[in-house]
Each structure stands twice: as structure tokens, then as C-alpha cells.
């Protein structure tokens, strides 16, 4: 077996998530039912069982945090984070609007990360450095091939821009109070000049990093989400500004926001403040 860059790993493994959620795609799926309106299906299984095949092949010293399977290993240093189906409520209604994310960390340090899009065959990786786009076609045989650490056939750079003009919000919050989505796309000054969308996905944070997002907002905890860890890492790693909800560092407060560029993160931040604002005051 080759001995793969950790980032050829996490491609690997998402894109045998991805392949496993194409197969299931449009057909009878089994919901297992996490809250009233949270639900896994057997397609979100098979994906993580497949992920954590290809990480215990090539880490099998690592420790595992899978979504739907949770923590196993022995407090290793190292970590691999797998969200098997990132849009599980978009998949199971037929609505091609999902990922596979898989993030390697050490302690606060994401190493490799890597989000597919099982319909398009995207793959998007960082090591930590580049921040990258693989065509699905040679996504998998560059991961068994090569073990130099190198760019492979297919890998393009992620450049982020503010042409799109679109701003994905995130719909999902807490349920103990308001959250800043639900207001922001309200917003008629967010409206006025941006063009706003939800999809439900953490897709689209990445779509941040390859320009066809101007940015990205989300309301919650995020560190160490298994859902946001390796878009973060790939926004970050190709120059988008990631901060929190306030314009902090990521992960100092709540929330999450991703842009394109520095002018189009301070417009985010002034739009977000009077609904953080309102979310703050709100009693707990």
C-alpha cells in the first residue's frame, strides 16, 4: 500500500464517501431519526463506514470522529473529523445539494482536509497550505499513485472572489433563541445589495474558496464541528477572511464568517452586528 500524504488520505476517503452517496442517490433510503427534524439515512452509513475503511487502511494510528459513529481510537494526537453527508435533509429529498467532509487535526491545527461534491466530482483539499480543486476523474487514481506530496492531474488553485455577488447563509441555529440567520436573510440591506441563499449545505463554504460565493455566514459553536472543520481550513488556506460572527479570530466567538476579500468581509460584519447584537441581549 502506498505511503500517502495526509492529504491524499482525506481526499481518498471523501471520495470514497462521495461514491458510496452517488450509488444511493435518488433511491430508497431508511431514516434513522436523531431528533424531530434531524434524521441520518442509510446512505449517510454506508458513507462513513466506507471513509473510515480508507482511513484505517492508511492511519489506522490516528484516532476517528465520525458523525454518525462517533470517537473510537486510543486519544491519539492526531484526529480524523467525518461528516459522511453534509445536506443529509437536501439528499434524501433528491436535491443534489451535499458533500462529504473529512479534516485530519492535532490539537488546534488542521494538517488536511478534504470536502466532495458526489454529483460534480469536486473534490476540494488544503495540506494546510494550498488550497486546491480535483476533477473527479483522476481524484482517485491520483490518490493511489501518488505519494510524492505533489500536485496531481486535475488539481487546480482556489481563488476566491467576490464576482458572484451571492452570500450563502446558513438557515440552522439554536433553538433557545434567535439566530442571526434567520434575520440576516430577512434583512432588506443584506438584499439590497447582495444577492442572498440557503442551501443548506456546508458546500458552500468551500464554494467560498473557489469564487462562486462571496461569502458565507453561519450562527453557532463551530470548532471542532466535523461539519465545518475541513471547509474552514480550505477557505483559509486560499486567502478567504474566516473570522466569527464579530469580525474576531474564528472560533473566539460564535458563528462563522467566510469572504471572499477583506472588503467583502467588512460589509458581512456590518450586516451581522445589529443581529448579533440582538442575539446577544436575548436572555438565556
Known amino acids: 500500500m502506498p505511503n500517502l500524504p495526509d492529504h491524499e488520505v482525506a481526499i481518498a476517503a471523501a471520495t470514497a464517501g462521495a461514491a458510496e452517496l452517488r450509488a444511493a442517490y435518488g433511491g430508497d433510503l431508511t431514516r434513522i431519526a436523531k431528533s424531530a427534524t434531524d434524521f441520518a439515512t442509510t446512505a449517510d452509513l454506508a458513507s462513513e463506514r466506507a471513509i473510515m475503511s480508507v482511513l484505517s487502511a492508511h492511519r489506522p494510528l490516528d484516532d476517528r470522529e465520525g458523525e454518525e459513529t462517533g470517537l473510537s481510537g486510543a486519544g491519539a494526537e492526531r484526529r480524523w473529523l467525518v461528516d459522511p453527508l453534509c445536506g443529509t435533509v437536501n439528499f434524501a429529498a433528491a436535491t443534489p445539494l451535499a458533500c462529504v467532509n473529512v479534516a485530519l487535526v492535532a490539537g488546534a491545527d488542521v494538517l488536511a482536509a478534504a470536502v466532495a461534491d458526489p454529483f460534480t466530482g469536486e473534490v476540494f483539499w488544503t495540506d494546510g497550505s494550498r488550497a486546491m480543486v480535483r476533477a473527479v476523474a483522476v481524484a482517485v487514481a491520483v490518490a493511489v499513485a501518488d505519494s510524492s506530496g505533489g500536485l496531481g492531474a486535475g488539481d487546480s488553485p482556489l481563488r476566491p472572489s467576490r464576482d458572484s455577488g451571492i452570500v450563502d447563509v ?115
Open 170 to 284: 446558513n438557515a440552522d441555529g439554536p433553538l433557545d433563541r434567535p439566530f442571526v440567520g434567520a434575520g440576516l436573510v430577512a434583512d432588506p440591506a443584506l438584499r439590497a445589495a447582495w444577492a442572498p441563499r440557503v442551501l443548506s449545505t456546508t458546500l458552500a463554504v468551500a464554494w467560498v474558496a473557489s469564487g462562486r460565493r462571496a461569502a458565507y455566514v453561519s450562527d453557532g459553536d463551530l470548532a471542532g464541528s466535523v461539519h465545518f472543520t475541513a471547509g474552514i481550513a480550505i477557505c483559509a488556506a486560499s486567502g478567504a477572511v474566516v473570522t466569527d460572527l464579530a469580525g474576531a479570530p474564528v472560533h473566539t466567538g460564535p458563528g462563522l464568517i467566510v469572504a471572499a476579500d477583506e472588503q467583502t468581509h467588512s460589509a458581512m460584519v456590518a450586516l451581522v452586528g445589529p443581529h448579533l447584537t440582538a442575539i446577544t441581549r436575548h436572555p438565556s
